[in-house]
């Protein structure tokens, strides 16, 4: 016969304590390290494992969090959904990964469709951080926006996306270059991105010529984009908003017989791991996705849990120099 299921009471009997506090300790919640550790020892021992059905119905919760991606061809993306999703685990909670491809419209369908099924908060990092529907969904659910900041959020961990831009383009105004194209995966029916509207001013300030297009972050698209660019008016460097569509920069720059930084320089926005193992590595900007994920988990987990003191966490960039940009050729 199988062993009866243990029930929360014996952990409680086991370490002495109420049910209550076992409750919480096995939450990570209003309890110490070492009470905490032993709750989970005795658990262990005794094989007990919540019942989720059973918790849900106790707590009005289902443990189960939104992450909605932007678009799962960015492969920063990808790698920031699944540090989400291991540091949900740890609380105790589950990510449901959506993906919305790239396209506004889909964003706002997924995330009514999530809150409709009643998630327990969402994590999102927003396509179209202006769109009025936000502001509406924050009311009902408790959100954390990671990237740009949005209306009546829970918490949010933004990006000063100001710095990271001047980093970059100060860092190819350094090395000579003039005449810079910009790939953005911003679609022109919603170009009030902060780090767009950034790249505009900054060139101005900076003096730069300044091309701007749109790309996907699949490399496919990111490719076919900026082949289009390269065969036109070839600019001395690239300035691309994920290194997922840099990607494509060296895999257009490698059809055409291009050498990158010799016959055109290129940057990325995100390093994400591959990128250091690219010949040459791409020169980009690191926003720590390490410390992105520690700290949406932590505001996810302390929203989704009850009313919280709502936290705004500033993450600051870091410029990665490697070889994929040189000085410029002839005031490129």
């Known amino acids: 016969m199988p062993r009866k299921r243990a029930t929360i009471r014996e952990v409680a009997r086991a370490t002495g304590l109420s049910p209550a506090a076992v409750s919480y300790a096995l939450r990570g919640l ?3 390290e070492e009470t905490m550790e032993r709750v989970r020892a005795a658990a262990a021992e005794l094989g007990y494992e919540a019942d989720p ?17 932007g678009s799962l061809e960015d492969l920063w993306q990808q790698s920031l959904a699944t540090g989400i999703s291991r ?34 908060g969402l994590i999102v990092q927003p396509l179209d951080p202006a769109a009025p529907f936000w502001a509406e969904l924050c009311e009902s659910l408790p959100v954390v926006a990671i990237g740009d900041s949005l209306p ?10 100001r710095s990271g831009v001047t980093l970059a383009l100060e860092h190819l105004r350094h090395l000579g270059h003039r005449r810079v194209a910009v790939l953005t995966p ?21 003096g730069l010529d300044i091309l701007v297009a749109t790309a996907p972050h699949d490399l496919p698209g990111a490719t076919a984009a900026a082949r289009a660019l390269l065969e036109s008016e070839r600019p001395g460097a690239v300035f691309c908003f994920a290194d ?14 291009l050498s990158i930084p010799g016959d055109v320089s290129v940057m990325g926005y995100d390093d994400h791991p591959m990128s250091e193992l690219l010949t040459p590595g791409l020169t980009t900007v690191d926003w720590n996705i390490d410390g992105i994920v520690s700290a949406a988990v932590r505001l996810m987990s302390a ?12 993450q600051r960039p870091t ?12 005031g490129k």
């Open 186 to 206: 911003t679609r022109p029916s919603t170009p009030d991105r902060p780090a767009d509207v950034h790249v505009t001013a900054e060139a101005d300030r900076l």
């Open 53 to 69: 059905i059973a918790r849900a119905l106790a707590s009005g919760r289902s443990g189960m969090i939104g992450v909605l991606c």
């Open 303 to 314: 929203a989704a849990d009850g009313p919280s003191r709502r936290r705004r966490i500033v």
């Open 152 to 161: 009546g959020t829970a918490g949010e961990v933004v990006f000063d996306n």
């Open 30 to 32: 209003q309890v110490s």
């Open 244 to 257: 997922s569509i840099a990607y494509g920069v060296y895999a257009a720059a490698r059809d055409l017989g």
């Open 87 to 120: 540091g949900l685990r740890e609380k105790d909670r589950y990510a449901l990964i959506l993906d919305a491809v790239g396209d506004p419209s889909r964003e706002r369908a997924l995330a009514r469709q999530l809150r409709d099924q009643r998630v327990d």
């Open 319 to 330: 410029l990665k120099e490697r070889g994929s940009v040189a000085l410029a050729n002839s």
